[in-house]
């Protein structure tokens, strides 16, 4: 593995020995939902620009067809693809986390986890 530099975080930015990759926004399930989470952590007024980038590449793993994760990911879409920035950013964005923390919720249940819970950390 490539020597940290002091002060970077690799995680996010993609320096490691992993090779290059086509998708520019991440592919996956857990990989843009873990980019789209960076987002909303911003404050509401800075977290949808580029924000629905994420969900371009974002693959429902079969298992999840047909369940609640699968209803929770398509209003996650919605709420992310169709908010104008500028135009209730604070609303929608509430709304956005709590989409984002019942689908980790429902992950973690579907992978047998048997009570998951998202914490008081915010």
Same mark, same amino acid.
């Given at each position: 593995?490539?020597?940290?530099?002091?002060?970077t975080?690799?995680?996010?930015?993609?320096?490691?020995?992993?090779?290059?990759?086509?998708?520019?926004?991440? @592919?996956?399930? *857990? %990989?843009?939902?873990?980019?789209? #989470?960076?987002?909303f952590?911003?404050?509401? /007024?800075?977290?949808?620009?580029?924000?629905?980038?994420?969900?371009?590449?974002?693959?429902?793993?079969?298992?999840?067809?047909?369940?609640?994760?699968?209803?929770?990911?398509e209003?996650? @879409?919605?709420k *992310? %693809?169709?908010?104008?920035?500028? #135009?209730?950013?604070r609303?929608?964005a509430? /709304?956005?986390?709590?989409?984002?923390?019942k689908?980790?919720?429902e992950v973690?249940?579907?992978?047998?986890i048997?009570?998951?819970?998202?914490?008081?950390?915010?």
């Amino acid at each position: 593995m490539a020597p940290v530099r002091p002060g970077t975080d690799t995680f996010f930015t993609g320096e490691d020995n992993f090779p290059s990759m086509e998708s520019k926004f991440g @592919r996956g399930f *857990v %990989i843009p939902l873990v980019a789209l #989470s960076k987002h909303f952590a911003l404050p509401p /007024e800075q977290a949808f620009y580029g924000a629905a980038d994420h969900l371009d590449e974002l693959i429902l793993p079969a298992q999840f067809a047909g369940t609640r994760i699968e209803s929770l990911v398509e209003q996650l @879409r919605k709420k *992310v %693809i169709w908010h104008q920035p500028g #135009s209730m950013d604070r609303e929608t964005a509430v /709304e956005v986390r709590a989409i984002l923390q019942k689908l980790l919720v429902e992950v973690d249940l579907a992978f047998g986890i048997a009570d998951p819970q998202i914490g008081t950390y915010d």
